[in-house]
T-cell receptor, first 114, second 113 residues
Framework: ETGVTQTPRHLVMGMTNKKSLKCEQH?????MYWYKQSAKKPLELMFV???????ENNSVPSRFSPECPNSSHLFLHLHTLQPEDSALYLC?????????????FGAGTRLSVL | KQEVTQIPAALSVPEGENLVLNCSFT??????LQWFRQDPGKGLTSLLL?????REQTSGRLNASLDKSSGRSTLYIAASQPGDSATYLC????????????FGKGTKLTVNP
């Protein structure tokens, strides 16, 4: 266990549904991240949060809406997704956003959009 | 735009063999480079982190080297074991303050008993 827990592990949703992904870290870290891993594509950074504040948005469509109520929890709210949004969504945390800090990853949520 | 390439995409070896995974990046202005392992159904585990000023890092049977000027890194695995079977990802962090890690597509390693 890495100390980063993601729920649910698997999610199937229709294009008109609204769902949320949850990430919780028990490591006392201050920075949290959302990544997307599509089939046959490299892992891509989506969002970065530091002390609950969003510090990076990697040109992510607005149908993905992140929320960070505190340093231990991170959500990704999903609405009106497209089939091409089907992917593995990974959450990570690090002590701070410093470049020398290793990021610890959760197991991911496998999302299928029908 | 930084691009990271990993070769080969897949590799199958018999147990006990020494092997090398390759990673190349297009922009040498990096802060550091990391090697991760990803097991099916699980997240990423950081294996080794090499700062741009370093040439190599070692952890157990793993040795990672970095040649920043040529834009290359290798991950050497000694005496491979079936438990080493996983996808190995290389990622670089660019200089300039961004938190963005740029990942390669990975090398899927299978070590056969």
């Amino acid at each position: 266990e890495t100390g980063v827990t993601q729920t649910p592990r698997h999610l199937v949703m229709g294009m008109t549904n609204k769902k949320s992904l949850k990430c919780e870290q028990h490591l006392g870290h201050n920075a949290m991240y959302w990544y997307k891993q599509s089939a046959k594509k490299p892992l891509e950074l989506m969002f970065v949060y530091n002390f609950k504040e969003q510090t990076e948005n990697n040109s992510v469509p607005s149908r993905f809406s992140p929320e960070c109520p505190n340093s231990s929890h991170l959500f990704l709210h999903l609405h009106t997704l497209q089939p091409e949004d089907s992917a593995l969504y990974l959450c990570a945390s690090s002590p701070s956003p410093g470049a020398g800090n290793i990021q610890y990853f959760g197991a991911g949520t496998r999302l299928s959009v029908l | 735009k930084q691009e990271v390439t990993q070769i080969p995409a897949a590799l199958s070896v018999p147990e006990g063999e020494n092997l090398v995974l390759n990673c190349s990046f297009t922009d040498s202005a990096i802060y550091n480079l990391q090697w991760f392992r990803q097991d099916p159904g699980k997240g990423l585990t950081s294996l080794l982190l090499i700062q741009s000023s370093q040439r190599e890092q070692t952890s157990g049977r793993l040795n990672a080297s970095l040649d920043k000027s040529s834009g290359r890194s290798t991950l050497y695995i000694a005496a491979s074991q079936p438990g080493d079977s996983a996808t190995y990802l290389c990622a670089v962090r660019h200089r300039g303050g961004s938190e963005k890690l740029v990942f390669g597509k990975g090398t899927k390693l299978t070590v056969n008993p």
